[in-house]
């Protein structure tokens, strides 16, 4: 259940009753969320568009949700925890060394912190995503993880200070 | 910190503009979920209904009472304790639990869920373990932990007996039942269910289990997550995924006749390893009844070699689809008609008629598309390039004359091929963005796959 949530302003804005309304609102979001949590492109739409169907099959008992969007993102989080658990231990490492950093790309700073952020443990690279780029508070993204709100802050405290460093020594 | 966090993520991926498939991707899961699920419970229903697939139904169902949620607080009916106690461990798909009946003990009941993460436990019946495919996790026949991540035993779900008929409460948990039904069994012994040429037995019947949605769970680590089972009916035709259970570089999965003709193969290969869940769908029309061989081949990770496991099968043409049934009025996805009339003239959207005879050509069937896709095709007003033929032409009447292909009435759907919406009866359009150039599909409800060719023109009998 994902009731519990206020809504945020980019999800007020995306209540439509119609799902392509929802998939406008939402679909460039949901990608880069994506993106952030699995570190690649293909990964990223992947997991997107398994959430979007996932979604969409169940779509008339969604809308009626609270927050579609809370379910949406809490689809793409189970997927992503299915999808590693799958990749088993060996793609944890891959994971953090997806997001390849050639000498071209090494100029580039959003490669830098796409590949800090990949280089996250995965518990701390969702809260990162859900609190600070989605905009959920720490107790919305519990909710959604299913822990408690401080353990949200604590992950993000370590996201925070792992990425801070991750970058300063980045050249 | 936090807005720079936000500005620094911004960054790094703002850039990043989803792709326009993404919504067609996702429509096309959707729809192939559903397709699947329709084929497997099709093909449940006609095993009830023959003979030999009732028999194969019994052994999973006991007669008495049958199974099933007996109320609304979770009490699932497995079956009789006989019948349990026969089968000594049975798992129970639609709850998810592992029922084990040791010999001169009562029925105990355990969450097919790993403590750990809730992956999906399997049964090895070689080791007479349960384990995680996924993390390693082992368990005894009791549910005591043996080895891997997990930190506790499997969870246990109370059992009741009601006269002879055992009750699982699948709302609740309990210890996990070693610690209430007696001592653990000795170590596990015997081969694995995990990679390695030792282990692995080669063409060995039934060692490759099935479990449609009724499961069964003693014959892994193999396990055909929807589809048939051994000695059952196939609906036509089955949609078949097998789940590896250990790691592997290549999954195969072969229908095989009896003469050893390979009538479908699809095969997936895996990077670095499959672990767990990759799958391979085979689709196959069945013409008539007929015996056929799963073979389900693993290529070992560090050996190369390729292994196969086969399960008999029985093919028989599904339910069936009554021939030219795709002609006339179709619908879009609300339910409207694509070809009407009104005050304004003649609308189409999708249209499929059947040639004159008096042009010889009644054995040929024509669909017109307007195109794009969902605009209407008003005829003159809108001129030739507003609308599309595609033409299913098994004789080749139309071959000579207008170079019409000849249509593929046995085909594979491409793997970008999405459910258009329009439909009729037992049938939908599919389009492919590569192919939609070249050709429609047509997908009956029994699954088999029409492709019918594009014509170059519109064909008009004079």
């Known amino acids: ?171 | 910190m936090t807005d720079g966090v936000k500005r620094l993520l911004d960054r790094a991926v703002g850039w990043y503009e989803p792709s326009d498939a993404l919504l067609v991707g996702a429509r096309r899961r959707m729809e192939r979920r559903r397709i699947r699920r329709r084929v497997s419970s099709g093909a449940l229903a006609l095993v009830v209904s023959v003979l030999g697939g009732l028999l194969a139904w019994q052994a999973f169902h006991p007669p008495a009472g049958g199974s099933g949620f007996v109320d609304d607080t979770g009490w699932y009916r497995v079956g009789t304790v006989d019948d349990l106690r026969a089968r000594r461990i049975v798992y129970v798909g639609e709850i998810e639990t592992f029922v084990v009946t040791p010999p001169g003990e009562e029925p105990y009941a355990l969450s097919a869920a790993s403590p750990h993460l809730g992956e999906r436990l399997l049964f090895c019946r070689p080791a007479g373990w349960f384990f995680s495919p996924a993390h390693g996790e082992m368990f005894d026949i009791r549910g005591n932990y043996e080895l891997g991540p997990s930190d506790s035993g499997m969870i246990g779900r109370p059992v009741r007996i009601i006269g002879d008929e055992v009750e699982v409460d699948a709302g609740s948990e309990v210890a996990p039942a070693a610690s209430a039904v007696g001592p653990a069994d000795p170590e596990p012994s015997g081969p694995t269910c995990f990679a390695g040429t030792d282990n692995v037995v080669e063409d060995e019947p039934g060692f490759a289990g099935i479990s449609g949605p009724l499961g069964r769970a003693d014959q892994f680590p193999i396990d055909i997550v929807e589809g048939a089972r051994p000695g059952d009916t196939l609906g036509n035709p089955g949609f078949i995924g097998a789940e590896v259970g250990f790691p592997a570089t290549e999954l195969v999965v072969r229908l095989v006749g009896v003469d050893g003709t390979v009538l479908d193969e699809r095969s997936t290969s895996c990077d670095t390893a499959c672990p767990g869940y990759a799958y391979a769908d085979l689709i196959f029309t069945v013409e008539a009844p007929q015996r056929a061989t799963i073979l389900i081949g693993t290529r070992d990770g560090d050996s190369g070699v390729l292994w196969f496991h086969h399960i008999p099968v029985t093919l028989d043409p599904g339910p069936g689809v009554e021939p030219g049934s795709f002609v006339g009025t179709w619908y879009d996805e609300q339910g409207n008609p694509t070809y009407f009339k009104d005050e304004r003239g003649w609308h189409l959207e999708l249209h499929v008629i059947n040639g004159a005879e008096h042009c010889g050509w009644q054995s040929a069937s024509f669909l017109t598309l307007a195109w794009p896709i969902g605009s209407d095709f008003r005829g003159g007003e809108d001129g030739e390039d507003a609308a599309r033929s595609y033409v299913r032409d098994p004789e080749g009447v139309l071959a000579g004359d207008f170079g019409v292909p000849p249509p593929d009435l046995a085909a594979s759907l491409p793997g970008d091929a999405s459910h258009s919406g329009y439909h009729r009866g037992d049938w939908q359009l599919w389009v492919s963005p590569s192919d939609i150039d070249e050709a429609v599909y047509l997908v009956a409800a029994n699954g088999s796959v029409e492709r019918w060719p594009r014509s170059g023109q519109l064909i008009a009998c004079a």
């Open chain 1, 1 to 171: 259940m994902v009731t519990e949530f206020a809504e945020t302003e980019v999800e007020a804005e995306s209540r439509g009753e119609d799902f392509e309304e929802f998939f406008a609102a939402e679909r460039g979001r949901l990608v880069r969320a994506c993106l952030l949590l699995t570190g690649d492109v293909a990964d990223s739409e992947d997991l997107a568009q398994e959430a979007l169907s996932r979604v969409m099959e169940r779509w008339p008992d969604v809308a009626r949700m609270d927050s579609p969007t809370g379910y949406l993102y809490r689809t793409a989080l189970n997927l992503n925890r299915k999808r590693l658990r799958r990749l088993a231990v060996a793609a944890r490492r891959l994971v953090a060394d997806r997001v390849e950093r050639d000498d071209m790309a090494s100029a580039d700073d959003r490669m830098d912190v796409l590949h800090a952020v990949a280089s996250l443990p995965f518990a701390q690279r969702e809260a990162l995503v859900l609190v600070e780029w989605l905009g959920y508070s720490a107790e919305e993204a519990g909710s959604l993880l299913g822990i408690e709100a401080v353990s949200v802050r604590a992950r993000l405290h370590r996201a925070r200070t792992s990425l801070r460093r991750s970058l300063e020594e980045s050249p």
